[in-house]
């Protein structure tokens, strides 16, 4: 008996000396904005202290440092900045891309590779401007056009690096994004506006997406249409292996073409958009969005198919530019006048900066944050360059034929353009439910209601954003112009504007801001304002 306990005492101080320690909160290896984080959260813990509550929050967030009350002040915050290994814990989540309510509940951590963070980054982005970027470089001109690339893509990737700065320090782990760290730092106003302008993004976003499945539908129902029962209906562009549509619309005013039945019951301007509402409607009143996010790796198809098509198309054109004659018809500008076109285009392009937080906090190695941001904005500029510079240089007619949808350039009966057109509009028809999905999320939340409240509550929200939709694709069909205002209003508020004011905000509360900040991180809102005041008045017609 004597023995036993002898025993069972040398096995209880074995497993107290074995046991690890809690390292230090205090520890010298800290940086100032972790101590001050910190301090924060040790301040909240004794105010919302519950033994039963803490002991819950154990079991759904395990901590990988220690179990002791004071690390488990961690929970309360998110490592969305290169935060230090020695204190990382795992996130028990998968994120949802753009809800900004915050992420779903796994029974497994999180173990995304910096890979695999990199390319849902470059994916995320890499979105419709991609068929328009041809055209922005044509609106800003050869050597501006890359400026403003390299320009706007170094304070994208900078305020976007800011917000998660801010999300280290002030964010919560399971309430993340933009809205809830203008209600923390700024105030009420500060939220409405991010919830609002993230509103205007995914709505303009699902405007562009309909023009563009509009056009698809229309030129590939044309193709087949032509094949099957000869309509004739592009027998005039048979000879052209490229089109100038902008010269077709000035000569088409001239002369009295008449229309065949099928031409006037399917035609772009007026009864495709009107058709599109019979095929995409039924998909837009799921409870859950699961069934499309599936099929995401067609997008990745269909980037991977333009890039090949374009440099099919290029290298068979081959070098199209003269810098020399003005009156050469390949004479390119180095500089243009209507370059704020491109401007204004470029943040919508860049534009990641509603969700990244959400996109970082499933990242593995949570201290290669910064560097896996800063190499998927190179590719995603690589890729802008690659698709519209190598369009733009060797593009065989005047330069200001190019289109914003690129694609507009190609007639009907070109079978590589046809499989582009099919492979875009079943990318488009995934994604434009996804993105219906992301609305209705926002908008409920907004209103502190469910996701799904009522099938009445979601159909009356899916009308009134087809109806939008459809009047933009009737009305004004110009994705260029939709981007480019789109872009520019909400660059300047999510993109410009509130990431500065939420690094000052922060800055500030820390007893850290100075004037160096204050006037680097003003004169940047200032830039988004100009860039947009100046849509205005910058001219489509060429």
């Not at 994208?156 to 801010?166: E, F, G, K, P, S």
């Not at 509103?199 to 698809?216: D, E, H, Q, R, T």
């Not at 129902?221 to 029962?229: C, H, K, N, Q, S």
């Not at 004011?501 to 940047?524: D, F, G, P, V, W």
Request: charged share 15%.
């Amino acid at each position: 008996m004597k023995n036993k306990k002898g025993i069972l005492l040398a096995a209880k101080q074995y497993g107290r000396r074995s046991r690890p320690r809690a390292k230090s909160l205090d520890s010298p290896c800290m940086s100032g904005d972790e101590n001050f984080a910190i301090e924060r959260n040790r301040s909240t813990e004794n105010v919302q202290k519950n033994p039963e509550s803490d002991h819950e929050s154990d079991q759904l967030m395990p901590l990988m440092v220690s179990k002791e009350p004071k690390i488990a002040s961690y929970a309360n915050r998110s490592y969305s900045l290169d935060s230090n290994p020695q204190y990382q814990f795992i996130l028990y989540g998968t994120s949802v891309p753009f809800l900004t309510s915050g992420y779903s509940v796994s029974l497994k951590p999180s173990k995304q590779n910096s890979l695999v963070t990199i390319f849902a980054i470059w994916n995320t982005i890499i979105g419709s401007s991609l068929l328009a970027m041809p055209w922005s470089v044509q609106r800003a001109g050869l050597a501006v056009a890359l400026v403003l690339m390299l320009f706007v893509s170094t304070l994208a990737v900078y305020t976007a690096y800011r917000v998660l700065t801010v999300q280290f320090l002030h964010g919560d782990q399971n309430i993340g994004e933009v809205p809830y760290l203008c209600k923390v730092l700024l105030g009420k106003w500060a939220e409405l506006t991010a919830r609002i302008f993230s509103f205007v993004i995914i709505f303009g976003a699902n405007i562009v997406y309909w023009i563009l499945m509009s056009n698809c539908l229309y030129h590939s129902v044309g193709y087949l249409t032509d094949i099957l029962f000869g309509t004739e209906m592009n027998s005039m562009n048979l000879n052209n292996t490229v089109l100038c549509p902008s010269d077709d619309v000035v000569n088409s005013t001239t002369a009295d073409i008449e229309k065949t039945l099928f031409q006037k019951v399917w035609n772009l301007e007026t009864t495709v958009p009107l058709f599109l509402v019979i095929i995409v409607a039924p998909l837009l009143n799921f409870k859950s969005a699961t069934f499309f996010t599936k099929f995401n790796s067609i997008g990745t198809l269909s980037v991977i198919y333009l890039f090949i098509f374009v440099l099919i198309k290029s290298f068979s054109w081959g070098v199209n530019v003269d810098l020399m004659e003005p009156e050469n018809e390949h004479y390119v500008n180095l500089y243009e006048t209507t370059f704020f076109a491109t401007s204004g285009m470029l943040p919508l392009s860049l534009f990641i900066h509603n969700i990244v937080i959400t996109l970082m906090k499933n990242n593995r190695d949570q201290q290669n944050n910064s560097r896996d941001l800063s190499i998927a904005y190179v590719l995603v500029v690589l890729t802008y360059l690659l698709i519209g510079f190598t369009f733009y240089i060797c593009f065989p007619l005047k330069k200001s034929c190019i289109e914003d949808n690129m694609l507009n350039n190609f007639p009907d009966w070109d079978v590589t353009t046809v499989v582009a057109r099919i492979f875009l509009f079943f990318q488009l028809l995934t994604v434009y439910p996804l993105l219906s999905y992301m609305l209705r999320i926002q908008v409920f939340s907004a209103l502190n209601y469910p996701s799904y409240p009522s099938a009445f509550y979601v159909m009356i929200l899916n009308l009134v954003n087809i109806f939008g939709c459809v009047l933009f694709a009737i009305f004004l069909p110009r994705i260029g112009t939709i981007i480019r205002f789109t872009g520019a209003i909400c660059g300047f508020v999510y993109i410009f504007t509130l990431p500065c004011l939420l690094y000052m905000a922060s800055k500030r509360e820390r007893k850290q801001l100075n004037t160096s900040t204050i006037i680097l991180h003003s004169c940047i809102p200032v830039i988004g304002l100009v860039n947009l005041v100046a849509q205005f008045y910058v001219s489509d017609s060429y």
